[in-house]
T-cell receptor, first 115, second 114 residues
Framework: ETGVTQSPTHLIKTRGQQVTLRCSSQ?????VSWYQQALGQGPQFIFQ???????GRGNFPPRFSGLQFPNYSSELNVNALELDDSALYLC??????????????FGQGTRLTVV | AQSVTQPDIHITVSEGASLELRCNYSYGATPYLFWYVQSPGQGLQLLLK??????LVQGIKGFEAEFKRSQSSFNLRKPSVHWSDAAEYFCAVVTLFGNEKLTFGTGTRLTIIP
């Protein structure tokens, strides 16, 4: 049990719609990262939040946005959904930002299907 | 830019046999290396990590990995696999921008046969 929880577990949306995915970080963790894992691929870094501020972004368009709340939980929002956005979205929390000598704990993911 | 290569897309081994999964990285500085396992439809579980020190690291579930700087490799090994080891295995490296941005390989799917 990692303590990182994501909701919902599965989601089906129509192309062009908007979606919000949620992540509760493990107790004591102030850094949350989001990853997209397409079928048959490794996870790709979307962005990271540290103490409510974006702290790095991968190669994803602006329609992928996020938030982190004072309790360090986080949301991933995707606007104007495309078929290629269908993937497993993983949230990972870690004890600190700004240091690499830590480890990320992953949630079980949200499976998003865009039709 | 850093990258991680897992040359084997799919490996099949017999239960009780030894296992080695390959991982090569491309990175200019000292890497921070990880192996994760993912069961079908699940998230990622950390098996082991290398930050510094002893180049042979022990992990959970009987796995170990050896960091070889000269070969830019971080191969995962297990002396005797169990049917429950069937899963997808990902090697990853952390980018050194002061935070934990993981760059993953494309994974190796492990099948265990009786």
């Amino acid at each position: 049990e990692t303590g990182v929880t994501q909701s919902p577990t599965h989601l089906i949306k129509t192309r062009g719609q908007q979606v919000t995915l949620r992540c509760s970080s493990q107790s004591g963790h102030n850094t949350v990262s989001w990853y997209q894992q397409a079928l048959g691929q490794g996870p790709q870094f979307i962005f990271q939040y540290y103490r409510e501020e974006e702290n790095g972004r991968g190669n994803f368009p602006p329609r992928f946005s996020g938030l982190q709340f004072p309790n360090y939980s986080s949301e991933l929002n995707v606007n104007a959904l495309e078929l290629d956005d269908s993937a497993l979205y993983l949230c990972a929390s870690s004890p600190s930002g700004g240091e690499t000598d830590t480890e990320a704990f992953f949630g079980q993911g949200t499976r998003l299907t865009v039709v | 830019a850093q990258s991680v290569t897992q040359p084997d897309i799919h490996i099949t081994v017999s239960e009780g046999a030894s296992l080695e999964l390959r991982c090569n990285y491309s990175y200019g500085a000292t890497p921070y290396l990880f192996w994760y396992v993912q069961s079908p439809g699940q998230g990622l579980q950390l098996l082991l990590k290398y930050f510094s020190g002893d180049t042979l690291v022990q992990g959970i579930k009987g796995f170990e990995a050896e960091f070889k700087r000269s070969q830019s490799s971080f191969n995962l090994r297990k002396p005797s696999v169990h049917w429950s080891d069937a899963a997808e295995y990902f090697c990853a490296v952390v980018t050194l921008f002061g935070n934990e941005k993981l760059t993953f390989g494309t994974g190796t799917r492990l099948t265990i046969i009786p």
